[in-house]
């Protein structure tokens, strides 16, 4: 029934906007922009993930991502500074405040980070980016990770999920953070295996 409703409801706005539109361009394309038309928010939000295999423990790799996020500088090439901005404890939930300084699509970027939750059954802590490079491209930006364990002899993979809302329709999707997170897991997962 929803679905119903959408299509004639962009049957609708095609009929009263057909003499502005493009005739020329497909028929997909045009229903993409039927529903940025109708639907503007759907165009600005957006999820990416990546998920990269990993040859060390997955419970170390998990450890040093929650509870000694503080030593990344030392270890990922692109993390060049980290720093508590507010709060005592680097791991707390929703209690500190991180300020990163770190390159992204070969740009220094800077945001400030704050863990919103920690599932230690599940190994999922969920992150929240903002201020800085991050507020200028995007209204919200959420980081979610998670260690996935592979039975057989506990290494695993990691995988990263970026939820986003775009400040505009000219913001890029944040792709670079995606190739970011591959290249942060196997600088992290070589440290954790030479140790």
Known sequence: ???AFIFLLVLAVEQILSPILDHNVNYVAR???LLEIVFPEMALTGKLST???IHSP???FFDLVTKKMHHVQNICERVHAGKLHEGDDWHSVGGSVKHWTYVIDGKV???KETIESIDEKNKIVIFKL????IDQRYKAFKVIFQVIENNNNGSGSAKWIVEYEKVNDDVEAPYGYMEYFDKFTKDI????LEA
């Open 189 to 192: 997962d070589a440290h954790l």
């Open 130 to 133: 903002f201020d800085g490079d």
């Open 31 to 33: 229903l993409v922009i």
């Open 109 to 111: 970027t800077t945001s």
């Open 1 to 3: 029934m929803k679905y």
């Open 58 to 60: 997955a419970s170390k």
């Open 51 to 53: 998920e990269i295999a």
